[in-house]
């Protein structure tokens, strides 16, 4: 059998792989996208939903409020508005301690140039939130962010980069990647790819295609955990997450409400299959109660997992392979690279085609964890950060 | 974390459930039997322990209720009612973690072995109109009958295929149900094929006469049987308010306030497939069921499946299931050597033996007939999400091929009820669509809770794992 050969294989058809692909394939470029299972089969449709830019780690700011940029006009992009709504995203401060972190967090983004974080008082709160117990303080808001819905979104993607004129393969896994003279072949399930560009956006099992192409990377597959109760009046605010403890709460356009915020179960990449645990569910549950009354009448309808790549700082990996050339990474997005799927596909493509971005990537790259062993162990980060962190995840 | 860890947990207080928690009991372990109605007996057994029920065809049935109730209640089984187990999956510590609520109240129990005995459940059969208010199965108006003695006012009409659909008719006309039709819509080439398995059907000479009674029940009861019907439709605007039908390419009506639908059952596998059990396909029952081994063993290690969840063979076989399950339960955890394991096995697999050569002479009668299992495109084949069969086929025209690929791309089996009604529909208009058999396209995958579960109880599960600290400031 003779290869396939294009431009730019990509390895992994989630939102990324697809983001990318499209807009590899919008500049010029012959692209072929390998998906082991189906397009958005893993965490790219599993997630939360959330478009977050509140509380992301300095690294990641930049290109999330790129990405954002790119939500807020997703429909010209890839033909559906993805049920994006930029509702906001509001953190609570239930404490005045809390809302002193908030505070100490503002500065610290001030510092840098960044405006996009601003502390609200509690009238403000309650105005946007009228069905909130009385109690909290203040908050912090991104009121450009908000809310997408993942399966509408990964099947706008899948749709835009067939338009495109992507060679996309599902259902085919790729089990190895070589270079020779300056050309990669993939191998998969089903006969060999060729190109002199290669892209790896295979979600949790991104290292072991880093692996092939020489970068080791300390991953760890994680499953991020959400619920979904029965359809409730509308009530359409905000994403709300607390500075104090984890949780994330939505509400979709068709009522259902989305519960989640660190929730953790059990991955095993192997079998594709990721359980949940049911303490924590219970956990969030009690603190939605308590924070929103009238979800009293809620019913939990379905708990599920989904299987994410987890790097040591928290951050992901994007930018070019250090160990070959004609390589790129984009993954281990630790549960929240769901917003930043338009944004990265565009940084990968101006990688690929042009050799560098403006984009400030620095920070993210592949072999940061071989150089600061104390960074590889997991001793770092600031309170802020790990308060952040809670609702981080979904 | 809470509490103690059982032996076992039988989930289902039907024939299978009720026999093998007895049995299990009887030789020692420490056994729970879980089951969401008030009361035992499961499908078949319904208010066996209540009313007097009504007067039919099925008194055998109602003897060997009897037996069995009396049987648990002789046991040291811990029989719990109105208990709903909506999540069974690993615990920590290498025993299974149930999720249960009762009366409000949620609790987590430990057990090291389950064995999951929830029955069958009716197929859909969606012909166009079967979600018009006054349209139900036969199975859920037989519930109500031998729940509460109710039985639907005003004309009604049965239609579909099996033997169930004659007993519901058989019983519902004992209690002076006005059915003005019963349109069997077997198709006439299955009787000849089924004759082929006939003689094996002989060593059941019970069964067959039990059937060939309740085939003529409806006429002696002057209710119009219509054989071979080619295609059922529900009229009406806000609810049904008649019937239409082909036969012998002809179209007929009747009006009716009720039209009772069958299309016979299936195991009931929602429990099974959340616990892991990998599934096989029954060609011939044309159903998904989980893979077992002759003692009712699952490939997930001390999780078990007997009676109607593990392959339909009806009510008798189930209790035979059931105990052959439990002594497996006791053989491994050592209540029982396996050599009185295997003796005691071989009067249940005598017994059984009759009851399943019965099987392939009914499954190829009763099989499935596709043209109902298939809605027409404008008819809807997933009720929570609203999604017509017509919205799943232009999702395969997009590409999408695996049966979770359709899921996310429609949202059919991600509403309330998981599945559970649109479960046979879905898989079947993917495979047409894509011609390819129905085995081909696989299940849904199954989430925790099986059922809609209140926040308001979830979150006090919260509290059964982390009990509020009672210390006081020493
Ligand atoms: C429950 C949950 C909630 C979340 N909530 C949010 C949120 O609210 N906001 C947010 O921003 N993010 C959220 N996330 C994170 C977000 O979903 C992910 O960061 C993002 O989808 C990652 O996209 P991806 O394309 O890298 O990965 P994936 O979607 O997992 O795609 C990777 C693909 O690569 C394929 N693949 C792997 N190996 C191979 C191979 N060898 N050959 C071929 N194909 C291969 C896989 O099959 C997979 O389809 C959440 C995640 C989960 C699980």
Same mark, same amino acid.
């Given at each position: 059998?003779?290869?396939?050969?294009?431009?730019?294989?990509?390895?992994?058809?989630?939102?990324?792989?697809?983001?990318?692909?499209?807009?590899?394939?919008?500049?010029?470029?012959?692209?072929?996208?390998?998906?082991?299972?189906?397009?958005? $089969?893993?965490?790219?449709?599993?997630?939360?939903?959330?478009?977050?830019?509140?509380?992301?780690?300095?690294?990641?700011?930049?290109?999330?409020?790129?990405?954002?940029?790119?939500?807020?006009?997703?429909?010209?992009?890839?033909?559906?508005?993805?049920?994006?709504?930029?509702?906001?995203?509001? $953190?609570?401060?239930?404490?005045?301690?809390?809302?002193?972190?908030?505070?100490?967090?503002?500065?610290?983004?001030?510092?840098?140039?960044?405006?996009?974080?601003?502390?609200?008082?509690?009238?403000?709160?309650?105005?946007?939130?009228?069905?909130?117990?009385?109690?909290?303080?203040?908050?912090?808001?991104?009121?450009?962010?908000?809310?997408?819905?993942?399966?509408?979104?990964?099947?706008?993607?899948?749709?835009?980069?067939?338009?495109?004129?992507?060679?996309?393969?599902?259902?085919?896994?790729?089990?190895?990647?070589?270079?020779?003279?300056?050309?990669?072949?993939?191998?998969?399930?089903?006969?060999?790819?060729?190109?002199?560009?290669?892209?790896?956006?295979? %979600?949790?099992?991104?290292?072991?295609?880093?692996?092939?192409?020489?970068?080791?990377?300390?991953?760890?597959?994680?499953?991020?955990?959400?619920?979904?109760?029965?359809?409730?009046?509308?009530?359409?605010?905000?994403?709300?997450?607390?500075?104090?403890?984890?949780?994330?709460?939505?509400?979709?356009?068709?009522?259902?409400?989305?519960?989640? %915020?660190?929730?953790?179960?059990?991955?095993? $990449?192997?079998?594709?299959?990721?359980?949940?645990?049911?303490?924590?569910?219970?956990?969030?549950?009690?603190?939605?109660?308590?924070?929103?009354?009238?979800?009293?009448?809620?019913?939990?309808?379905?708990?599920?997992?989904?299987?994410?790549?987890?790097?040591?700082? %928290?951050?992901?990996?994007?930018?070019?392979?250090?160990?070959?050339?004609?390589?790129?990474?984009?993954?281990?997005?630790?549960?929240?690279?769901?917003?930043?799927?338009?944004?990265?596909?565009?940084?990968?493509?101006?990688?690929?085609?042009?050799?560098?971005?403006?984009?400030?990537?620095?920070?993210?790259?592949?072999?940061?964890?071989?150089?600061?062993? %104390?960074?590889?162990?997991?001793? $770092?980060?600031?309170?802020?950060?790990?308060?952040?962190?809670?609702?981080?995840?979904? | 974390?809470?509490?103690?860890?059982?032996?076992?947990?039988?989930?289902?207080?039907?024939?299978?459930?009720?026999?093998?928690?007895?049995?299990?009991?009887?030789?020692?372990?420490?056994?729970?039997?879980?089951?969401?109605?008030?009361?035992?007996?499961?499908?078949?057994?319904?208010?066996?322990? !209540?009313?007097?029920?009504?007067?039919?065809?099925?008194?055998?049935?109602?003897?060997?209720?009897?037996?069995?109730?009396?049987?648990?209640?002789?046991?040291?089984?811990?029989?719990?009612?109105?208990?709903? @187990?909506?999540?069974?999956?690993?615990?920590?510590?290498?025993?299974?973690?149930?999720?249960?609520?009762?009366?409000?109240?949620?609790?987590?129990?430990?057990?090291?072995?389950?064995?999951?005995?929830?029955?069958? +459940?009716?197929?859909? /059969?969606?012909?166009?109109?079967?979600?018009?208010?006054?349209?139900?199965?036969?199975?859920? #108006?037989?519930?109500?009958?031998?729940?509460?003695?109710?039985?639907?006012?005003?004309?009604?009409?049965?239609?579909?295929?099996?033997?169930?659909?004659?007993?519901?008719?058989?019983?519902?006309?004992?209690?002076?149900?006005?059915?003005? #039709?019963?349109?069997?819509?077997?198709?006439?080439?299955?009787?000849?094929?089924?004759?082929?398995?006939?003689?094996?059907?002989?060593?059941?000479?019970?069964?067959?006469?039990?059937?060939?009674?309740?085939?003529?029940?409806?006429?002696?009861?002057?209710?119009? @049987?219509?054989?071979?019907?080619?295609?059922?439709?529900?009229?009406?605007?806000?609810?049904?308010?008649?019937?239409?039908?082909? !036969?012998?390419?002809?179209?007929?009506?009747?009006?009716?306030?009720?039209?009772?639908?069958?299309?016979? +059952?299936?195991?009931?596998?929602?429990?099974?497939?959340?616990?892991?059990?990998? /599934?096989?396909?029954?060609?011939?029952?044309?159903?998904?069921?989980?893979?077992?081994?002759?003692?009712?063993?699952?490939? @997930?290690?001390?999780?078990?499946?007997?009676?109607?969840?593990?392959?339909? #063979?009806?009510?008798?076989?189930?209790?035979?299931?059931?105990?052959?399950?439990?002594?497996?339960?006791?053989?491994?955890?050592?209540?029982?050597?396996?050599?009185?394991?295997?003796?005691?096995?071989?009067?249940?697999?005598?017994?059984?033996?009759?009851?399943?050569? +019965?099987?392939?002479?009914?499954?190829?009668?009763?099989?499935?007939?596709?043209?109902?299992?298939?809605? #027409?495109?404008?008819?809807?084949?997933?009720?929570?999400?609203? /999604?017509?069969?017509?919205?799943?086929?232009?999702?395969?025209?997009?590409?999408?091929?695996?049966?979770?690929?359709?899921?996310?791309? &429609?949202?059919?089996?991600?509403?309330?009820?998981?599945?559970? /009604?649109?479960?046979?529909?879905?898989?079947?208009?993917?495979?047409?669509?894509?011609? +390819?058999?129905?085995?081909?396209?696989?299940?849904?995958?199954?989430?925790?809770?099986?059922?809609?579960?209140?926040?308001?109880?979830?979150?006090?599960?919260? &509290? @059964?794992?982390?009990?509020?600290?009672?210390?006081?400031?020493?």
């Amino acid at each position: 059998m003779t290869a396939v050969t294009a431009d730019v294989v990509v390895i992994g058809g989630g939102l990324h792989g697809c983001s990318a692909a499209l807009n590899m394939a919008r500049r010029g470029l012959s692209v072929v996208v390998i998906e082991k299972d189906f397009v958005g $089969r893993h965490a790219s449709s599993a997630n939360a939903g959330g478009v977050r830019t509140l509380g992301r780690d300095p690294r990641e700011i930049t290109l999330s409020l790129a990405s954002l940029d790119l939500w807020h006009q997703i429909e010209s992009i890839v033909g559906s508005d993805c049920g994006f709504q930029a509702s906001g995203q509001l $953190r609570l401060a239930e404490t005045p301690e809390a809302l002193a972190r908030l505070q100490r967090r503002v500065d610290m983004l001030t510092s840098q140039g960044f405006d996009h974080e601003e502390i609200i008082g509690a009238d403000e709160v309650y105005d946007i939130l009228p069905g909130l117990r009385p109690g909290c303080v203040g908050g912090l808001i991104c009121r450009r962010d908000g809310s997408a819905n993942p399966l509408a979104t990964m099947q706008a993607y899948r749709a835009v980069v067939l338009a495109a004129g992507v060679d996309l393969h599902e259902g085919i896994a790729a089990t190895g990647a070589t270079r020779s003279g300056g050309t990669w072949t993939v191998t998969t399930s089903a006969g060999a790819f060729e190109a002199p560009v290669i892209v790896n956006c295979a %979600g949790a099992w991104a290292d072991r295609v880093a692996a092939w192409i020489g970068d080791m990377v300390p991953v760890t597959a994680v499953a991020p955990c959400a619920m979904i109760t029965s359809r409730m009046p509308p009530s359409l605010g905000p994403v709300v997450s607390t500075e104090s403890r984890p949780l994330s709460l939505k509400q979709f356009e068709n009522g259902t409400v989305l519960i989640s %915020g660190s929730l953790r179960g059990v991955a095993d $990449r192997n079998t594709n299959v990721a359980a949940i645990k049911l303490a924590p569910f219970a956990a969030r549950a009690a603190t939605v109660l308590e924070l929103f009354p009238a979800m009293q009448g809620a019913q939990a309808v379905r708990f599920w997992a989904g299987i994410e790549a987890a790097t040591p700082d %928290g951050s992901p990996i994007i930018g070019p392979s250090a160990a070959a050339e004609g390589a790129f990474h984009a993954f281990g997005f630790n549960g929240h690279g769901f917003e930043l799927g338009p944004g990265c596909g565009a940084v990968i493509a101006e990688l690929v085609t042009t050799g560098s971005t403006n984009m400030p990537i620095a920070g993210l790259e592949v072999d940061r964890f071989e150089a600061d062993p %104390g960074v590889a162990d997991g001793a $770092r980060r600031d309170p802020i950060e790990q308060g952040v962190d809670h609702a981080a995840s979904t | 974390m809470s509490g103690e860890t059982i032996d076992l947990a039988v989930v289902g207080a039907g024939p299978a459930g009720m026999a093998a928690a007895a049995t299990a009991a009887d030789l020692g372990l420490d056994v729970r039997l879980l089951d969401e109605q008030p009361w035992p007996g499961g499908q078949i057994h319904r208010g066996v322990d !209540r009313l007097a029920g009504p007067k039919t065809t099925d008194d055998p049935d109602r003897a060997a209720g009897r037996a069995l109730l009396h049987a648990l209640r002789q046991s040291k089984a811990d029989y719990r009612p109105r208990t709903c @187990v909506w999540h069974v999956g690993p615990g920590d510590d290498g025993v299974f973690e149930l999720g249960l609520r009762c009366d409000g109240a949620v609790a987590l129990l430990r057990a090291r072995h389950v064995l999951l005995a929830t029955g069958s +459940v009716e197929r859909a /059969m969606p012909i166009p109109g079967w979600t018009l208010p006054g349209v139900m199965t036969a199975g859920a #108006a037989q519930s109500m009958l031998k729940a509460s003695g109710l039985c639907p006012e005003g004309p009604i009409v049965m239609a579909g295929s099996g033997p169930l659909l004659y007993l519901c008719a058989d019983q519902l006309a004992a209690v002076g149900a006005d059915i003005r #039709a019963l349109l069997d819509t077997t198709p006439r080439g299955r009787y000849f094929r089924a004759l082929r398995d006939l003689p094996a059907a002989l060593r059941a000479p019970a069964v067959l006469r039990r059937g060939l009674g309740l085939l003529r029940a409806p006429a002696r009861r002057g209710i119009p @049987v219509h054989r071979h019907v080619e295609a059922v439709e529900a009229v009406g605007d806000l609810g049904v308010t008649g019937v239409r039908w082909r !036969r012998g390419g002809r179209w007929d009506q009747t009006d009716c306030d009720h039209l009772l639908l069958h299309q016979g +059952v299936q195991p009931h596998i929602n429990l099974p497939r959340l616990a892991g059990c990998a /599934m096989e396909w029954d060609d011939v029952q044309h159903c998904w069921k989980p893979e077992t081994d002759d003692w009712g063993r699952s490939t @997930v290690p001390g999780c078990w499946v007997a009676g109607d969840g593990a392959g339909i #063979a009806g009510g008798e076989a189930a209790s035979d299931f059931g105990r052959l399950a439990a002594l497996g339960v006791a053989a491994d955890l050592g209540a029982l050597t396996r050599e009185e394991a295997g003796r005691r096995a071989t009067s249940h697999n005598r017994a059984l033996a009759p009851l399943l050569a +019965v099987r392939p002479f009914l499954d190829n009668l009763y099989r499935p007939d596709r043209a109902f299992m298939l809605p #027409a495109d404008g008819t809807l084949a997933c009720r929570c999400e609203e /999604m017509t069969a017509g919205d799943i086929r232009k999702a395969v025209a997009d590409g999408c091929h695996a049966i979770e690929a359709v899921k996310q791309y &429609t949202r059919c089996g991600m509403g309330a009820c998981q599945g559970r /009604m649109c479960g046979s529909t879905v898989p079947e208009v993917i495979a047409d669509a894509r011609g +390819v058999p129905v085995s081909a396209v696989g299940t849904y995958s199954q989430r925790t809770p099986v059922k809609p579960l209140p926040l308001t109880e979830l979150a006090k599960l919260d &509290t @059964v794992l982390n009990p509020p600290s009672t210390e006081t400031a020493a």
